[in-house]
């Protein structure tokens, strides 16, 4: 009876084994594929957040174009609001250089129910 209790005693040390070599396995077949994955969703995700900052960029431009008192000094806002962007994103890095069109049509631009594009 002890030999039997010797080889059950065993093959239970046997399968403790191959379980933890399963999950070795998986590990290491798993990662080579989920890093790519996750190097994808990274990458998406950051360009989204950047298309969110200029979404946001663009708004703040043109809320600060129609609140001027002339088309003058709404050119003088947006490149206000450009250069303190480009300031607080550019730490540490080059600064932003920043071209802008808008169009409304001329002066009609600053009068109330006119759409301005930036």
């Known amino acids: 009876m002890s030999e ?3 080889y059950e005693n065993r093959e239970s040390k046997r399968s403790d084994r ?18 790519p994955a996750l190097l994808f969703f990274m990458a998406m995700q950051n360009t989204a957040m950047e298309e969110i900052r200029v979404q946001n960029l663009a708004r703040q431009t043109v809320r600060a174009f129609v609140t001027a008192d002339s088309v003058t000094q709404g050119h003088q806002r947006i490149k206000y609001v450009l250069d303190r962007y480009s300031e607080i994103e550019s730490k540490n890095q080059k600064r932003y250089g920043f071209t802008y069109n808008l169009s409304c049509g001329g002066e009609r631009c600053l009068t109330p129910g006119s759409r301005v594009k930036i």
């Not at 191959?18 to 890093?35: D, R």
């Open 4 to 6: 039997k209790a010797g």
């Open 18 to 35: 191959e379980e933890g070599s399963a999950v070795v396995e998986f590990v290491l077949i798993a990662t080579p594929l989920f890093l």
